[in-house]
């Protein structure tokens, strides 16, 4: 995407969500949910990452920088102040707009 455009528009799942973390502590198991309901080894998504992994790759690419980057926001002014503070427990979905430097 780097290559072809000035900006990017990136969407993943968050598996480091908190309820992604809590199943594989307690039943020590790739999280469902995260997975759309497929099994680990049936799913199309060939690699499974957090808010954390995607900065640092981003930075360890270079010549990106973050422009925006948007969070779940679900009414409850609790869990919107939990998810600025700490997206990469909390944000579900994150979205991020990124711009080529180089």
Known sequence: ???????QIVSFPNFGFYKNRFDLLLNG???RPMLFDYSWYA???IHQLSIADF????NDVGGIRFLRQHFDKTGNSLKDALTR????LFAVRPIFLLEKTK
Not at 1 to 7: F, G, L, P, Q
Not at 55 to 58: E, G, L, M, T
Not at 85 to 88: E, G, L, R, S
């Open 85 to 88: 503070k700490y997206p990469n």
């Open 1 to 7: 995407m780097k290559r072809i455009a000035r900006y």
């Open 29 to 31: 198991r790739m999280p």
């Open 55 to 58: 900065q640092q790759i981003v």
């Open 43 to 45: 799913t199309g998504h």
